[in-house]
T-cell receptor, first 115, second 116 residues
Framework: AQKVTQAQTEISVVEKEDVTLDCVYETRDTTYYLFWYKQPPSGELVFLIRRNSFDEQNEISGRYSWNFQKSTSSFNFTITASQVVDSAVYFCALSSTGGGNKLTFGTGTQLKVEL | DAGVIQSPRHEVTEMGQEVTLRCKPISGHNSLFWYRQTMMRGLELLIYFNNNVPIDDSGMPEDRFSAKMPNASFSTLKIQPSEPRDSAVYFC??????????????FGEGSRLTVL
């Protein structure tokens, strides 16, 4: 069975601080995909990134960066110089090629960025 | 390009009534998913279709729930009869799956259901 754990339920930071959201996953599949989605207060789910299990290169996109480590089954997400607009719930998710693309989501981390 | 379109955005109904949620996936996508989000259970997959065929409905709570996909551009999720514990946000998502590749899911804005 697949499982995604986001141990941080809620994080509060002050604007311009860096913040890292943790994600630990469990799967028996050798080929799988990891995702991050953002859910702002308006409620929609916004895709942020997808990584496959064969690509452990870290990725940076503007203020966002992701650290994928197979050795620790982790896929952490860092926001640099956080802004109020980053306030949202962030979900980590996992799918496998044998699973037909269905995502198993973590419970989410509520990020609050305050002035 | 239009995203995944869901209707209604909000639905308030009374216990025992039938509820139908609708979804139009992104044109060209071959997979469609229905998810439910609640505070208690988070985001859980109810059912997904591949090329209009239901592949996995193990997440459907009970017989009161049914989903159909009569064609590539339309799907419904029906609850009959509805109960207060069905109150949740229901998301539809679509994706393009080809070979071994797992594309990202694009989500609709969700349908917020309240059953009184």
């Amino acid at each position: 069975a697949q499982k995604v754990t986001q141990a941080q339920t809620e994080i509060s930071v002050v604007e311009k601080e860096d913040v890292t959201l943790d994600c630990v996953y469990e799967t028996r599949d050798t080929t799988y995909y990891l995702f991050w989605y953002k859910q702002p207060p308006s409620g929609e789910l916004v895709f942020l990134i997808r990584r496959n299990s064969f690509d452990e290169q870290n990725e940076i996109s503007g203020r966002y960066s992701w650290n994928f480590q197979k050795s620790t089954s982790s896929f952490n997400f860092t926001i640099t110089a956080s802004q109020v607009v980053d306030s949202a719930v962030y979900f980590c998710a996992l799918s496998s090629t044998g699973g037909g693309n269905k995502l198993t989501f973590g419970t989410g981390t509520q990020l609050k960025v305050e002035l | 390009d239009a995203g995944v379109i869901q209707s209604p955005r909000h639905e308030v109904t009374e216990m025992g009534q039938e509820v139908t949620l609708r979804c139009k996936p992104i044109s060209g996508h071959n997979s469609l998913f229905w998810y439910r989000q609640t505070m208690m259970r988070g985001l859980e997959l109810l059912i997904y279709f591949n090329n209009n065929v239901p592949i996995d409905d193990s997440g459907m709570p009970e017989d009161r729930f049914s989903a159909k996909m009569p064609n590539a551009s339309f799907s419904t999720l029906k609850i009959q009869p509805s109960e207060p514990r069905d109150s949740a946000v229901y998301f539809c998502a679509s994706s393009l799956i080809g070979g071994w590749d797992t594309g990202e899911l694009f989500f609709g804005e969700g349908s917020r259901l309240t059953v009184l």
